[in-house]
């Protein structure tokens, strides 16, 4: 079964973690921009040819799975380091709010029809975990889910996270490898990006009253991501919390660590047995000895 790769930004797999001890900056002193530019690149390269084997190989399913507050840059990192990748091999699926039909099923149902298949990549922006974020900060919304008051509403998030846990350990044992990306942007930078969406007349259409009005829950929202990330990062499934307030460095952080996941499956192209390598020998004889015309 996988096993998380290391990395400093890793969740830990004891229930410590703390979101007030992480920082939403990137640590030290960071290369230049333009370094970063060009590490990403070489990032990306890597990123392809990884795919190509994995698909190639056809064992392991790979989902990375991004959570993050609005204007922390989801939507554009993801489409930063998955430049290059072949679409047949990856799938971006993202989760808005729950149509009627999802309502009418378990909260797991309608992100578990999107999972990717063996050799590919599956990429969720959002999630079930907003199950356990959004509804958590906004328990109202439990009641368009119509549940069966089987147990008292303080257990709740306990329940989904005993079964998100045992949905992702049911998906690491057979073969699908879920990493999860938690873009840690601050709460002044959330401000400043909201305001470039309105002095931008190009990304007017991406702020909302509601995105704006939503800054009030704040602190609950920290609680609810802190506990998420608490109860479900374990080895097999892994939780990174990336520093989002810089973006350059946070789209290098998340390039890392999926080359080193897929890349710790050590994919490769399948090895054609004797026999198979013979019958190609003799095809390859065949086409040789085709007339031109």
Not at 208 to 224: C, H, I, K, L, M
Request: hydrophobic share 40%; aromatic share 10%; net charge neutral.
């Amino acid at each position: 079964m996988f096993q998380a790769v290391p990395h400093p930004f890793l969740v830990p797999f004891d229930g410590s973690f703390q979101l007030s001890s992480v920082s939403t900056k990137p640590p030290g002193d960071q290369p230049s921009e333009k370094k970063l530019k060009d590490r990403l690149g070489d990032l990306t390269e890597q990123l392809e040819g990884l795919q190509r084997r994995l698909w190639a190989q056809d064992r392991w399913a790979v989902l990375f799975l991004f959570q993050a507050l609005d204007a922390a840059g989801k939507d554009s990192t993801i489409r930063a380091v998955l430049t290059g990748v072949n679409p047949a091999g990856c799938h971006v699926s993202a989760f808005k709010q729950p149509t009627h039909e999802d309502l009418d099923h378990d909260f797991l149902w309608r992100t578990s029809r999107r999972l990717p298949g063996r050799g590919t990549i599956g990429i969720f922006n959002r999630s079930y975990y907003e199950e356990v974020l959004v509804v958590r900060v906004h328990p109202e919304l439990l009641a368009s889910q119509r549940l069966p008051e089987t147990e008292a509403p303080n257990r709740r998030w306990q329940s989904r996270y005993r079964s998100i846990r045992q949905h992702e350990k049911h998906l690491a044992r057979n073969g699908t490898v879920v990493v999860k990306f938690f873009l840690n942007v601050s709460f002044e930078e959330q401000r400043q990006r909201f305001l470039s969406r309105i002095d931008d007349p190009q990304k007017n259409w991406k702020l909302t009253e509601a995105d704006v009005a939503e800054r009030r829950f704040w602190p609950s929202y920290q609680t609810a991501y802190e506990e998420a990330l608490q109860e479900t990062s374990r080895a097999w499934a892994p939780w990174y919390a990336i520093p989002a307030d810089d973006k350059p460095s946070m789209r290098v952080a998340v390039a890392e660590i999926m080359v080193a996941t897929i890349a710790s499956l050590r994919p490769d192209f399948p090895q054609l047995a004797a026999s198979d390598q013979q019958r190609l020998a003799e095809l390859r004889e065949k086409l040789m000895n085709e007339s031109s015309g």
